[in-house]
Every structure is written in C-alpha cells, then in structure tokens.
C-alpha cells in the first residue's frame, strides 16, 4: 500500500474552510476558482461548493495511511464527558485477532488504541438534541449544508441553523451518522430537508479483492463526492480491512455486521447465533462503524410472501436471515432482540439503517405484498430505536417502476413516521445490466425528488461483478448526477446556482471555468481534448460539435447586439 | 469505405420475420435465443423484441454499401399510382452537383435515379389515412409494434391493429415518416399510444468528419436501436453525405436543411433566402429524407424574451433564424412561407418537426416567456400543416429542472392538439458534462412516461465535442433504457415481458441468456469477463459480487425448499 497520499483537490479547485461560531470547528469544502468575476453567486471569482475528501483534498495536507487522518472530533468527544476510554477491547473476537501474531502483518498500526464507550447513558447526537443540546456536530452540519451561501447570497438564502439541526434530529427527521470511536468521521446530516446524500458501497469478497486496494476505492469514492461509504466485505480479513478504511475515513462508515457474523460460523446461516452477533455488532461499534444495515424487519409470517417472487429475496442479508428462520422455525433474532440492539448501538452512537431484507429484485416483485409488510415492521423498529435514543433511517428500494416509485416514499413516510429514507436506485428497468448505474439514476433522481434522503450508488458492474476503481468513480459520479437533480427540484438554493454559474461560463466560453465547474473535470477535460487538442482551443469561441459559423452561442451575441 | 458488410445480429439473436395479413410484407425483428423453456412469454425458448437494424442484423444478408440497402417500399410505393418518376432533380443544387465531375469519387453509384414525386394530390400517410385508406407502412408497423406477443400471449394483450394506427395517423397524433424516395425505410410511428422511439443524432461538421465515418455512425446507431437518425451535418459535401446515409438505412432520416442552406451561402445568416431554402428542401425530399426539422414558430415578436436569458438561443436553427429576423427587421421567412413549405413536403410525404429554435439552454431558461411563446407559435403551425395533410411532430427542450418537466409536457399537449411531441432529453442539471446522457436520460425517461413519443438522444461528449462511434452506441444504449423505462411505466405490456425474461434468467444463474436479453450484451459479457473469466463461471450459481455463501439468489433456493 502507498503510504502517504498527498493532499489533492479536484482539478481547479482549492480546500477551503469556514469557522464555527458556537464552537472551535473548522468546517472544509471545495472553493471552484473561475477566470472571472462574472460568477451569478457575489462573491466574485469562486464557487463554494459541498466537500467530501477531507484531508485527501486539501492541497495543503497530506495523509500517512498508517496512521489515519486527522481525529477532528476526539476533543468534543471527550469534552462532553460522558463517555469512558475502555481498558481493552469488550468483543471477544476483537481480542482474539489482536493477540493473534500471524494478523501483525495487516493490522493498521493504531488499532491498539483503546475504544471509547458511554458512561451511563445514551450518547447519540438523537438523545442530545432532545435534551436541547446542540453539538459541535449540529453546528458542523450546519454550516457545510449553507456552503456559504449566506455570506454570499445577501439575505436571499435562509441558512440551515444548528437550532434547526438539533429539532430535525430530535424528531427522527434526520441523523448525524458519527460513532464516538470514530473521530476522523467529518459529521454530515441526512434528512429531508437538507441536501441529498449518496452512498458508496466498498468492499471485498470472497472471491476477489484485498486490503490496498478497498482502501483506495474508499478514498477515490469521496473524492468524487461519496457522502459516507458502507464497507460491505464478506472475504477475508473483514476486521483488519474495516479498521484501515476506518481510520482513513473523513466520511461516516455502514456497514453490515451480519455479513462478518456469517463468515464467523462459516458462510452456514442456521450456525449464526445472537452470541455471535452481538460480539460482532460490539466489536465493530468499538472500531467506529457510524451505522450499521440491520435486517429486523423481516419477518418469519413474511417469507411466504416471497416464494411467488420472480427473484425471491436478493437482499444478502434478508436471504440470511430468512434462511435462519426457516431453518430454526423461530422468529428473526434480529427483531427479538432489538431492544438489545439498541442498548448497544446507543452506548455508541451507532446509527440503525432498518434493512430491506425484502426489497424487490425485479419489476416484477416491486411494492408487493412481502416488501410492504416488512416496510411497516420497520416502522415499528423505528419506534422502539428512538425510545433508545438511536439514530435511524430505513432503507428502500431496489427494482422498481417509474410509476410505481412514488407508492414507496408514501408508504415509507406513513409507516415509518418520517425518519430518513435511503434507497437502492430504482433501478427502473431490469434489461440493461452494464448500465445499472443509468436504470438507477433515473429510479434514484425520481425517488430523491420525492423526499428520499439519501441514494445508495449502483455501478456500471451491478449484476456482473465486483466494481473496481473506475466502476467507484463512475457510480459516485452519477449518483451524484440523480442528488443535485433532485436538490434542485426540490428548490435548494444552493444547488441552482452551480448549474447557473456553469451556463454562464458556457455562455461566455470559458471553457476551463466549464470544466472546472463539472461534477468530473478531468472526464470533461479530456472529452473536449479528444477532437479539439490545441491549447488554443480553450479559448474558441466555438468547439467542435458546431463549428464557427453554427455556434448559437456565438449568434447570440449578434442578435442581442441588434436587438438592443 | 469497407464496400460490404455482413449481416450480424447481435449476440445471441437471429433475425425473424414476420409476414403481412393485408399486404405482401415481412417485419423484421429481433429473436434472443434463450436457453431455457422457462421464458415467461408462452412461446418457449425465444423472445422476440423490436429491431432497428434492417439487413445490417440479417446473418442471412450482406449489404454492399455502395448499392444501398433494400428498397422494401419500392413497389408499395409505385402500386398506389399517384406518384410519377421526374426526368431530373428539381433542385438546381442538386442538378449542379451531379454535374460537378470533381465530385465523382464521392459520389454514390446510384444517386442517378430519378426521384420520385406526387401526381397531383398529397401522398402522406396522414392524406391516406383521412380517406380510410389502409397502406403497406400503416400494417408494417401495426405488426411491427407488436413484436409477436398477440401470437403469444393468449389473448392478454391488446394488439395495435392498421385500423388504430390509421386513426391515430388521421388524428395527428401520430406520424409515419416514409419519404416516397426513401423505399429503404422499413416504416414506424412515432406516436403516444405506441413503443417511445428515440432518435440518434450525427453528422459531420466544419472541424471534423468524413463520409465514411458517418455512414459507419449511422449503421452502428441502429444496430443499437436507434429508431431514427438525425444527419445534422454542416461541414463539407453534405449533399453526398447524406446520399451515402439514406441508401444505407432502413430507418427514417432526419435533417434540418437550414444547416446546408446557411452552408450555401458561405455560413452568413443574413445572405440566406426563401430561394435558397427552399431549393434545399427539395434537393433533400427528392433525396428521400424523411422528416425536416423546421424552425418556423421562432417569430422576432420572441426574441426580445432571449435577451435575459442565461443561455440567450442555444438551438442552432434558432440562432440562425433569429440572426436572420434581427438583420432584416423582417419576419421568420419559415413562418412567412409555412404553407409553400407544406405543399412541398405533401409531394413527397416529408414528416415536419417543428424546431424548437427557442428551447432553453440552461436550467436557468426552462419554461420561459420564449419558449412557451413559440410553443403557442408551434400548435398554429401545427393546424397549418395538418390543412395540407402533413404529418408533424413538435420538438422540446433541452434543459429543465424536474419539477418543471410536466409543464412542458402539458403545454405541448395544449397548444400543439396532441401532435407527437419530440425532446432532446431535457437534461436535468447542467454541471455534468461528459455525463449528459446520463442527465438527459433522467429528464427523458420521465417526460417519456407522461407522453412524449421520441427523444433525441444525447451522448457523453454533448457540451464538450462531435461524438465518435462508441459514443453514440453508449447515446443510444442509454436512451433505449429511458425509452423502455417509460414504456413500462405506460403500462405496455410487451415491455415488461422483457424484464420478467431477465429477472426470471437471474434467478436461474442461466448468465448467458442475462448477457442476451441485456440491451448490450456485448458489455454485459465484457464486465462479467473483467473479474470471472472462466467458461465455468458462465454456469456458476453466484457471481464475484457476493461469492458463494453470499450469494441470496442461491439461498433462496433452501428458503423455499423449507417453506414448502
């Protein structure tokens, strides 16, 4: 594995910070510099825009792998005086792998550092606000949501406020995914009413893949823009590879702990045992995981809805857990000991994403009998976490219809009293495997549109195989594409008037400040390369699709001169 | 030129035909080949989908370029006897560049035919269906739409007859284009009670491009289902270029001969004249292209509504036309001329696509005073051409926000009295070039599904420069996903069938017949290569995604062994 990463903003950009008021925080985003004071927003020559990379995108840093990037919440962790260094490790199985030797090889350098756990009662930034506390955390949020537009945009902006954060929070409207034992996490919000978020699915497999290279997948998926990144390894080394991306990790972690307690009793479903999980749960609370994807919705009087399916259940973690059910004839133990769950998830402030074990593989199956039974189960989950003071979001679709996406956000805002929603897509059409990340785009701009608060990515590999690098960025990318659609239909004014600032360059053919402005500058680069190379070329006042004399943009100046 | 090409279907298909009940026709289609009796449509190892790609995806057929494809209309066309073959071209241009012998090595052997055109009364389609008269193109694309399924499905389906297509042809909301001197084009309509069509775009222009090259796109475009093209070319030899296309193509052409008009007088909008013009357009309809993008309904009372804007006029007819008006304080000589330019395209059965030559550029601009005033402009040319039994389809944006998408669909419905409606996306942001298929595909699927009958599609490099093949191919992969999408969503039901074929392939491991039934197998088997290249793997219960214990397809198999 490189070592050290240098610090490296997007391609004409540059790391900028803005200061708390209410607490000694600095909050990073991405400064766009453009070649004019022309620029819609007033400030005069850049853009400020959303950041995702941490330390990885600011030019003036640069981070050792070995040793993680920068804890920035570990002194309001510890100021808040409520949580405890913990002598050792409380799982067994986080013991086992730290005493064996022949693991000394792949573990991260510090993972001897002790965890962190609550004192004697809830830590969750969901108990605070309902306390009418507000947390460096909240402010945090806050301010990254406004991305300055409210020096910028001269009373036309209404900021989000951390007394807003704080009342979004303590309703379930939203959730802050930041685990005491993960203080590198840079907070971020996820909520109806702030911007959409998206998710990067990493991870390696029994199949392929290995620590180096996940880890590099993490930081490339929130350089392009991945708002946390759910690390879904079921090969080898699952421990040891999530403590890498976790200390490397400026973005909240997911993660799905059934995963790592199969590969515990060997890939046999019916071995798994609350025993086993509960370790597992605790073991990676005390890594750091922000949230966990836990399936106990599903339950036994649903798996007769599924045997009709086209595809049955295609949730890794609903096949699990039903098959477990059927095996042992008893009820899900997910659901028979949530009320565990959230004990532990609390002492953490681990947030719960309510699994859709049973979410539609196809169009056929979508909004069927079996999905919206486990939906309400989900609702009532969310009842019984936010009685514990949990975080939750529930997690949705999957394949379904265009015309049948808005029956899925309806649903999920009834049955699951508004807490946040986070989906899959849609994918909208089965038959394009290779272009998932297209099909899903459109389900996932529609569904965002409609109140969902966050997207999982797909990628171009969906159904195939294994995304690598390439398949990350492009994922991210469009994902990115479907959340900003779906910002600006739902008026954020902040999202807008990055379209406006890029229609102006356009307009103006200032082509650098156009790819500059891109979600991708390197890809709109050497896309205008490919047919016009010359330096010269980024001056033009035309490009090569029209050419001179049938450039529009060029006409116009004409007509407006003659016009006025 | 590579002279003759093979017929190649594409992986895993074979061509099929299937045979008129009115007229002595055969309909081309597509049949995947599956591997399995397991199909969920009756028929039991096959499916059979619609098909763009004429002799080009015939195994049986190869197709020597220089002699064109062919002319399946040819005698449905002469059997109506109400056309007569002329002595010469009409157009004084096109009579000029036959006679320019320095053009010879450009020429196509064949452009020495005569052309063809009408007697003494209307010949389109729309004036045959007024009159009750049944034609070949009205029962080709009746069977064509169906794609067998009231062969197979039991009486479940609904199929679209000649007589809906013919009533819907007199209604106007529909439209064949089938220029009587293109008997190469296999008929198909366009229309919002039938399959949404899309359209490709390419062309030559002043910076780059050749002949070769963009026959070579066009035969690519719908070998991947584009269902019309677009020769958009501006830059040198466009007459011979679009000569080369048309002989080569079994789908409608489309063109906006105000580019070769503008050409002809040195790219100087103000030097253009009726004259000028309108030798084009019979130049291009005795060349047989099959509908005309107009931009008549731009009047100069509109253009002072441009001269806010972000973007002003980002359509290239748009910009010319306005160029035109605001030189010449004069009116829109296409809006003066509308009813000259009808009788011309009534004599040869040219479709006209009213240009949106106001169509936004920018999110900024959408749903504007501009745009909905030429809109307006559009439905009384609408009514115009209908009086002379054109048929005419409407063209909309371009850029616009979601929320603001279903206005534009509505006006259009309004203003334009059903005529088939025809948009470029809309993308729904502007800050992703090199990704624009993608953020038109979102805007396009969704105005699909509230009722436009085609979309134009856009390709990755749109904003930054001239796309080469792959890009189209990656253009039209991606718009026959929003196509479908909304053809689903419509409630079509042999779009769907498509869907279950693939889910229910999924469910079963049979990889191949996955690979088949995508919209691009080719990268659907690359992707699956790129991690488990093994034949082996082609029959493995589980992918490099989750692995063998992971794999929920395969649990499911135990779940509904123990709940049976």
């Given at each position: 594995?490189?070592?050290?990463?240098?610090?490296?903003?997007?391609?004409?950009?540059?790391?900028?910070?803005?200061?708390?008021?209410?607490?000694?925080?600095?909050?990073?985003?991405?400064?766009?510099?453009?070649?004019?004071?022309?620029?819609?927003?007033?400030?005069?020559?850049?853009?400020?825009?959303?950041?995702?990379?941490?330390?990885?995108?600011?030019?003036?840093?640069?981070?050792?792998?070995?040793?993680?990037?920068?804890?920035?919440?570990?002194?309001?962790?510890?100021?808040?005086?409520?949580?405890?260094?913990?002598?050792?490790?409380?799982s067994e199985y986080g013991?086992a792998r730290?005493?064996?030797?022949?693991?000394?090889?792949?573990?991260?350098?510090?993972?001897?550092?002790?965890?962190?756990?609550?004192?004697?009662?809830?830590?969750?930034?969901?108990?605070?606000?309902?306390?009418?506390?507000?947390?460096?955390?909240?402010?945090?949020?806050?301010?990254?949501?406004?991305?300055?537009?409210?020096?910028?945009?001269?009373?036309?902006?209404?900021?989000?406020?951390?007394?807003?954060?704080?009342?979004?929070?303590?309703?379930?409207?939203?959730?802050?995914?930041?685990?005491?034992?993960?203080?590198?996490?840079?907070?971020?919000?996820?909520?109806?009413?702030?911007?959409?978020?998206?998710?990067?699915?990493?991870?390696?497999s029994p199949?392929?893949?290995?620590?180096?290279?996940?880890?590099?997948?993490?930081?490339?998926?929130?350089?392009?823009?991945?708002?946390?990144?759910?690390?879904l390894s079921t090969g080898a080394n699952i421990h040891?590879?999530?403590?890498?991306?976790?200390?490397?990790?400026?973005?909240?972690?997911?993660s799905v702990p059934l995963y790592q307690a199969l590969e515990k009793v060997g890939g046999k479903a019916e071995d798994l045992t609350w025993d086993i999980y509960r370790d597992t749960l605790i073991e990676q609370?005390?890594?750091?995981?922000?949230?966990f994807?836990i399936h106990?919705?599903?339950?036994?009087?649903?798996?007769?809805?599924?045997?009709?399916?086209?595809?049955?259940?295609?949730?890794r973690g609903g096949s699990i857990m039903a098959n477990w059910c059927s095996v042992h004839?008893k009820?899900n133990f997910l659901?028979?000991h949530?009320?565990?769950?959230?004990?532990?998830?609390?002492?953490?402030?681990?947030?719960?994403?309510?699994?859709?074990?049973?979410?539609?593989?196809?169009?056929?199956?979508?909004?069927?009998?079996?999905?919206?039974?486990?939906?309400?189960?989900?609702?009532?989950?969310?009842?019984?976490?936010?009685?514990?003071?949990?975080?939750?979001?529930?997690?949705?679709?999957?394949?379904?219809?265009?015309?049948?996406?808005?029956?899925?956000?309806?649903?999920?805002?009834?049955?699951?009293?508004?807490?946040?929603?986070?989906?899959?897509?849609?994918?909208?059409?089965?038959?394009?495997?290779?272009?998932?990340?297209?099909?899903?785009?459109?389900?996932?701009?529609?569904?965002?549109?409609?109140?969902?608060?966050?997207?999982?990515?797909?990628?171009?590999?969906?159904?195939?195989?294994?995304?690598?690098?390439?398949?990350?960025?492009?994922?991210?990318?469009?994902?990115?594409?479907?959340?900003?659609?779906?910002?600006?239909?739902?008026?954020?004014?902040?999202?807008?008037?990055?379209?406006?600032?890029?229609?102006?360059?356009?307009?103006?053919?200032?082509?650098?400040?156009?790819?500059?402005?891109?979600?991708?500058?390197?890809?709109?680069?050497?896309?205008?390369?490919?047919?016009?190379?010359?330096?010269?070329?980024?001056?033009?006042?035309?490009?090569?699709?029209?050419?001179?004399?049938?450039?529009?943009?060029?006409?116009?100046?004409?007509?407006?001169?003659?016009?006025?």
């Open positions: 594995m490189q070592n050290s990463i240098k610090g490296e903003p997007l391609r004409g950009s540059r790391k900028t910070y803005v200061e708390g008021k209410l607490f000694p925080i600095r909050v990073g985003m991405r400064e766009i510099v453009l070649s004019t004071g022309n620029c819609p927003v007033t400030n005069p020559d850049t853009l400020t825009v959303y950041d995702t990379s941490g330390q990885f995108g600011d030019e003036k840093e640069s981070v050792d792998l070995t040793n993680g990037v920068n804890p920035i919440r570990e002194k309001w962790i510890e100021s808040r005086n409520d949580t405890e260094k913990l002598k050792e490790l409380s013991r730290l005493a064996d030797d022949s693991l000394s090889h792949l573990r991260f350098s510090h993972v001897n550092r002790n965890p962190r756990k609550a004192k004697d009662k809830p830590v969750t930034q969901m108990w605070y606000a309902r306390q009418g506390i507000i947390t460096p955390e909240m402010e945090y949020v806050a301010i990254r949501e406004n991305q300055r537009l409210e020096e910028k945009m001269n009373g036309q902006f209404k900021p989000v406020t951390p007394e807003m954060v704080r009342d979004e929070l303590a309703a379930g409207r939203a959730i802050i995914p930041a685990n005491i034992n993960h203080p590198e996490c840079e907070p971020m919000i996820i909520g109806r009413k702030f911007l959409v978020k998206i998710n990067a699915n990493i991870g390696n199949v392929t893949s290995d620590i180096a290279s996940e880890v590099s997948k993490s930081i490339h998926a929130i350089r392009w823009g991945a708002d946390t990144v759910m690390d040891e590879t999530r403590e890498w991306i976790l200390r490397n990790s400026p973005v909240p972690i997911g609370a005390e890594q750091g995981v922000d949230y994807t106990a919705g599903l339950l036994r009087e649903h798996i007769p809805h599924t045997v009709n399916r086209m595809t049955g259940i295609v949730s004839k009820e659901y028979t949530f009320d565990d769950i959230c004990d532990i998830l609390a002492a953490y402030d681990v947030g719960v994403s309510l699994g859709d074990g049973l979410r539609p593989g196809s169009q056929f199956d979508a909004n069927d009998k079996a999905q919206f039974g486990e939906l309400k189960a989900l609702g009532e989950l969310t009842k019984r976490a936010w009685d514990k003071h949990v975080q939750v979001m529930i997690e949705g679709p999957g394949h379904v219809p265009m015309h049948m996406i808005a029956e899925n956000m309806e649903m999920e805002l009834k049955h699951c009293f508004d807490a946040p929603f986070y989906t899959l897509g849609p994918l909208v059409t089965d038959i394009a495997p290779g272009y998932d990340h297209i099909t899903s785009a459109i389900g996932g701009a529609m569904i965002a549109q409609m109140g969902a608060s966050m997207l999982c990515y797909v990628t171009p590999k969906e159904h195939l195989g294994l995304p690598n690098r390439d398949d990350v960025k492009t994922g991210v990318v469009t994902f990115k594409i479907a959340a900003h659609a779906a910002d600006i239909a739902k008026g954020h004014p902040g999202a807008i008037l990055r379209d406006h600032a890029m229609s102006k360059a356009r307009y103006e053919f200032r082509w650098r400040d156009q790819f500059h402005l891109a979600l991708d500058p390197d890809t709109a680069y050497d896309f205008h390369d490919a047919t016009l190379p010359d330096e010269a070329d980024k001056q033009a006042h035309y490009c090569s699709m029209c050419g001179e004399h049938f450039c529009s943009m060029r006409a116009n100046r004409k007509i407006r001169e003659l016009s006025s």
